[in-house]
Structure formats: structure tokens, C-alpha cells
């Protein structure tokens, strides 16, 4: 089955081979280096020097670890759809202090939104959400990155969507906190997450007395100091073995320019598709995901037909999320998708709509 899904995608053959390899004891010198090697990767993937925090659990959890663990007063969530509404709400279980400021959907959040928000309060922890899956809108970080700079606030950033097809410079763009799950553009299995921890993070999370357990990113970060890149508890070790694999190749083999200029021709090929036959749910184009790509169903087809149509042909898209449902639908450009992936599937929705 070809996944068009924004997540899971698909795995290469290579990567899912390596997790068949036997397991090693999480407290082995061998554990130490498997974790190392996939941080030292995901540096690179993240554009940072700052230590990567690897987390068995989807990126949800590193959603909860980054507001719980980085605010003792109060936090500021940026949404611009489901999945910062989702922050906000995770805040709001764990008894936080959270406020939250919502852009229409498919739109994207501008600095000066960002401005006025931080205007009536005092935050010490600002979420936003890098490309919004639901939406298929990915806000530019570098002018709310100008807005922070200097701040006395955490900033973390969802690149759940984003992270490993579009560059993002998490140290230039001073994000302390950038998160991402396996199962999307890193082509991985689901079941694991990083994220980047600043020094400022760090500082800032010493100061917040109850920070969880297993999503506490403070221990997270210190057990790596003390047991050198070893995990506080027991880690999906074959997962690991699948991530070093797979990021040693889009590192040193595929090259990360490489990589995220793919994803951008792939983008443009199904945006001119959609534009052409429907048309795209961004509002303003400049703000179209590179990885997603969320299309308004202008021509009212039935989503669920044409994903049976293409089920016969091993291909899968994905309907609208939540409220958006039939209204819009999706289709995913990420991990390692080819040109040729795309237009066959382009071929084939064309063929459901003649
Ligand atoms: C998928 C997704 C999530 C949730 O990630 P999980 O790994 O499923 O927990 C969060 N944010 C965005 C933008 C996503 O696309």
C-alpha cells in the first residue's frame, strides 16, 4: 500500500529490515552509541548544536514534556487548526495556565497576531505550531523568531509535519524547543520523538517544581549527561536501530538540500494539480505546506469512494480532518516519497473524477 497519509508514511525496505536486528540491553555501550548516532543525525535534521532528546511515544508526548516541563506561570498557544487547538488542551490537563489565540483556518499565524497576544500578559512559554497538518498551512518562523528574540519565554515549536522536509534552523531561529515524530517526514515507523532542549529551556525547567515523569524533559536531558546518551527508561530499541539507519541515509546519502528540495518540487507538482481540478484551502499560497497539501473540494466528489477507487490500486489519501471532512481532503508529499509516487496518483484521482 502507497500511503498518501500525512503520517504514517511509507518505510523503506532498508530501514524496516533494521528492525528485525536482535535487541541489545538498554544500559550497554551499544545503546549509548545507537542514541548518540541518531542525535548527531537529528542535529543536522534540526539545524542545532543543542542536545536532541529522543522520547519513546509520539510527538503528542513531547507536546505535553515541552509545555509541562517549560512554564511556571504562564503559557501562550498559537493555533491556526487541530493540532495547536490540541496543545492548548494538553496544557489545560495538566492544570497549566495556558491562553490560547486562534487564527480561521487556513490561515497562518502572523508576527504581529503573535505581538498583540503577548501584549496582554505575561507568558513564560509560547507554543506555535509549525505546519499545521489539518490546513495544510506552514507559518514563516522568521518573523516571529525576531518577535522572541530576547524575550524572557520559552519558545517551542510543532514540527510534528515539518521537520525532515522543510529545512528550519531551530538555533538561528532561537526555538528552544523543536519537536518531531517519527512517522512523518523522517520516514520511520510511528512509536518515537526528538526534540531540541536550549540552554534556556533547561534553565527555565530547574525552576518548574512539577514537571511529570516520563515526559519530564529535564530528566530526559540529564540522564543523557549522566549515562551518556542513554534513555531514563526502557527505549523501543528496534525503532532505534530503524532511526540510525534511516537518518544516516538522509544525512550522508540523500543529503538534507536535497532532501527538502524534493519535497518542495513534489509540493509544487500537487498544488498546480489541485489548483488546475479544485483548488487549495490556504488562503494565502505563499503559506501552502511543502509535506501536506489540504484541497478544497470544490467539485463535492465523495472522498470515501474515490479512497476506495484508489485502494484497489494500493493508494491512499486522506479526508479533511475533523470539521473540514468532505469539505477538503488531503494528500501528503513528505518522507521519501518520488515524483513518480505523485503522478501516478494524480493519474489515478483523475481518472476517479473523469
Ligand atoms: C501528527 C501531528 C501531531 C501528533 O503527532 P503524534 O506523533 O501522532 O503524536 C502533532 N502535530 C502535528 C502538526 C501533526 O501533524
Redesign the pocket.
Known amino acids: 500500500m502507497k500511503l498518501f497519509i ?2 504514517p508514511t511509507n518505510v523503506r525496505q532498508e530501514v524496516l529490515q533494521a528492525m528485525t536486528k536482535s535487541l541489545i540491553g538498554h544500559r550497554t555501550k551499544s545503546a549509548s552509541e545507537l542514541q548518540k548516532n541518531i542525535s548527531m543525525n537529528m542535529q543536522d535534521v534540526f539545524g542545532s548544536k543543542e542536545m536532541v532528546l529522543c522520547s519513546t ?5 513531547l ?1 505535553e514534556g515541552s509545555i509541562r516541563s517549560c512554564t511556571s506561570s504562564k503559557a501562550a498557544v498559537f493555533s491556526m487548526g487541530s ?1 495547536g487547538n ?2 492548548h488542551k494538553i496544557g489545560i490537563s495538566n492544570g497549566l495556565h495556558v491562553d490560547l489565540y486562534k487564527v480561521k483556518e487556513g490561515k497562518h499565524i502572523d508576527a504581529n497576531f503573535v505581538e498583540d497576544a503577548l501584549k496582554k500578559d505575561h507568558y513564560d512559554f509560547v507554543a506555535i ?6 490546513t495544510g498551512v506552514c507559518n514563516d518562523l522568521t518573523e516571529i523568531s525576531e518577535l522572541l528574540r530576547g524575550k524572557d519565554i520559552v519558545w517551542a515549536v ?5 521537520v525532515g522536509g522543510v529545512k528550519i534552523d531551530t538555533d538561528e531561529l532561537g526555538i528552544d524547543i523543536l519537536l518531531t ?4 517526514c523522517l520516514g520511520l515507523p ?1 512509536g518515537m ?1 526528538f526534540c531540541t532542549f536550549s540552554e534556556k529551556a533547561i534553565e527555565k525547567a530547574k525552576n518548574v517544581k512539577l514537571r511529570g515523569m516520563y515526559f519530564d524533559l529535564l530528566s530526559l536531558y540529564k540522564k543523557i549527561l549522566e549515562k551518556d546518551y542513554q534513555y531514563p527508561n526502557t527505549p523501543n530499541i528496534s525503532l532505534m536501530y530503524a532511526a540510525e539507519v534511516q537518518t544516516n541515509y538522509m544525512v550522508h546519502e540523500e543529503g538534507l538540500a536535497t532532501r527538502y528540495q524534493r519535497h518542495k518540487d513534489l509540493a509544487n507538482i500537487v498544488r498546480n494539480w489541485a489548483k488546475e481540478n479544485f483548488a487549495l484551502f490556504v488562503e494565502e499560497e505563499a503559506f501552502a505546506s511543502d509535506t ?1 497539501t489540504c484541497v478544497k473540494n470544490t467539485r463535492n466528489i465523495d472522498i470515501g469512494a474515490l479512497n476506495k477507487f484508489l485502494g484497489k490500486k494500493d493508494m491512499m489519501i486522506s479526508n479533511g480532518y475533523g470539521d473540514l471532512k468532505n469539505e477538503t481532503f488531503r494528500i501528503a508529499h513528505m518522507a521519501d516519497m518520488t515524483k513518480e509516487d505523485i503522478e501516478e496518483l494524480l493519474y489515478e484521482i483523475d481518472q476517479f473524477i473523469k
Open positions: 500525512p503520517g511515544s509520539s510527538g503528542t508526548g507536546m493540532f490540541k496543545w505550531t509549525h505546519n499545521e497538518t489539518s510543532d514540527g510534528v509535519s515539518s515524530s517519527t512517522q512523518k510511528p520523538a501536506v
